[in-house]
């Protein structure tokens, strides 16, 4: 299959010309799993996407398919029902995006109280969702936690509840499923965002059937690499642009925002520095849930929940964001304290939550929602990693009725991600010349960005941020897209100046 910067012209073309039953507009992974499902039961699909897949919240998240415990508490048991479905599933159909690990929960107190009530959630959290026998919690003494994570405070420690979870590479997740969508028809583009929306010009169309339906929605589209303008008309538009869905909502004249943006943060390290073997859950000062997550040499510490004026693909990190994480992990590990210069890496998204007037961002519920305008327009709003297979399905069942047919039922729990090529495994620091030219021709790669940022994910992970391979990368690239040598310095240019920002937080 070619998925590059030939097809994105040629998929333009066609949607231009043809029109879609659905053009969906956001290459985060909602977008990716609706234009997946919807492809895979028959219909036209067009996605565009205003940036590089998953260059939004969508790379930016914990990177973990969360169980769902924490909206027990909450009071949320459908949402955590859904989670645990959705993650069985994912192991199903992406085993390799979708590892197994404990996670450990110490709770230093008094008394044993705090781990007597943790270990009677989780009881009540197995048996309504199910949880199978080999990933049923247990409980660590204080003596086994010390001995099991080490370096952790053990002044007070009562004890430790461990439980399954599991890590996965969001970014990757999201071309998988954008390839997939690919593969069973659907035309993807990247950096052609949606500049204007308006109806068709007969609001309603009578088909043969008798029955009166709306005529559908002409989308605006600028293709950012060409500079061309386009129009494209579509019988029904989905708006799953993440934080920027209040933003394509005006584009057809909504005026009031739904949307609610939180920040949230992430701090890397070498694993030496934190050397556990488990996820380890730690309480920030304001008793926020906050962790620690071990991959290969690395760990991520997250996250911060603040609210965030606007919708950007990358918030900025503050150096009293870094202070926040790094005090409850120096109070929970004592003895070595990291030193923000210690920070190998450094990442920030924007969560696309629904408003929820006199909230706290913690306390703003994960759940989805599929808002309808006058003018047709499908948005759909909040939602989790964890559970983005689910929230597709929702809408496409909509779309399908949307357009008046039966359709086929919905496949993408069943069918693998990954067909017909070796899965990619997650969280990539390093590429081959072979594997950037992959990226290139079957991935749609057109940045060095793109390359080591998503494709890769050296920018978060690697010991020198990718900038050791820029210079290759960006001479693959200039050879393929035709790059001036004046070009491609600003190509490595721009990538060292986003490293240095992911970082500047240094200097405050």
């Not at 954008?178 to 109806?199: D, H, I, Q, W």
Request: hydrophobic content about 40%; charged content about 30%.
């Amino acid at each position: 299959m070619s998925f590059s910067v030939d097809t994105r012209i040629s998929d333009l073309d066609a949607m231009e010309a043809e029109g879609v039953d659905l053009l969906v507009v956001g290459g985060g992974i909602t977008g990716a799993g609706i234009a997946r499902d919807a492809a895979m039961r028959g219909l036209s699909v067009g996605l565009v996407e205003r940036g590089d897949f998953a260059s939004g919240t969508s790379s930016r998240s914990s990177k973990l398919i969360h169980g769902g415990l924490r909206y027990l508490e909450q009071g949320e048991i459908n949402l955590v029902l859904e989670a645990n479905r959705e993650r069985k599933c994912l192991t199903e159909i992406a085993p390799h995006l979708a590892m197994h690990a404990r996670l450990a929960f110490p709770v230093h107190g008094r008394t044993s109280a705090g781990l007597m009530k943790l270990r009677a959630g989780l009881w009540a959290f197995e048996k309504m969702a199910k949880i199978p026998a080999e990933e049923l919690h247990e409980v660590w003494d204080r003596d086994e936690s010390v001995a099991r994570i080490p370096g952790l405070l053990k002044d007070r420690l009562q004890g430790s509840a461990v439980y399954t979870e599991y890590i996965t590479d969001d970014a990757r997740l999201t071309l998988e499923t954008l390839k997939s969508a690919k593969r069973y028809g659907a035309r993807v583009v990247n950096r052609a965002p949606a500049t204007a929306l308006r109806e068709q010009e007969s609001a309603l169309t009578v088909s043969g059937d008798g029955q009166s339906r709306r005529a559908g929605l002409v989308v605006g589209l600028r293709d950012d690499l060409s500079g061309r303008s386009l129009d494209v008309n579509a019988a029904v538009v989905v708006n799953a642009a993440g934080p920027w869905v209040d933003s394509v909502r005006r584009l057809g004249g909504a005026a009031n925002d739904r949307m609610q943006l939180t920040k949230g943060i992430h701090l890397v390290v070498e694993r030496e520095r934190l050397p556990v073997d488990d996820i380890v859950v730690m309480r920030a000062q304001d008793k926020r849930i906050l962790f620690v997550v071990p991959f290969e040499d690395i760990c991520w510490i997250g996250t911060t929940d603040t609210f965030y004026p606007e919708a950007v693909e990358r918030p900025e990190i503050t150096r009293e964001d870094v202070d926040y994480l790094l005090e409850a992990t120096n109070r929970n590990w004592p003895d070595q304290p990291i030193d923000p210069s210690e920070v190998r890496g450094a990442w920030a998204g924007v969560r696309p939550l629904l408003r929820q007037e006199g909230k706290n961002p913690s306390e703003i519920s994960r759940k989805d929602e599929v808002l309808i305008e006058p003018n047709g327009l499908l948005s759909i709003a909040g939602g989790k990693l964890t559970t983005y297979r689910q929230m597709a399905e929702r809408v496409v069942d909509a779309v399908v009725e949307r357009l008046g047919g039966a359709g086929t039922p919905c496949r993408t729990g069943e069918v693998p991600l990954v067909e017909g090529e070796e899965p990619i495994s997650m969280v990539r620091t390093r590429l081959s010349d072979e594997e950037i030219r992959f990226a290139i021709e079957e991935e749609s790669a057109s940045s060095v960005t793109d390359v080591l940022e998503r494709r890769a994910r050296a920018n978060f992970f690697a010991a020198d941020n990718g900038l050791g391979a820029v210079e290759s990368v960006a001479s693959t690239l200039a050879g393929r897209m035709g790059w001036t040598d004046e070009e491609t310095d600003q190509e490595i240019r721009l990538y060292q100046a986003r490293i240095r920002e992911d970082l500047a937080w240094r200097q405050e």
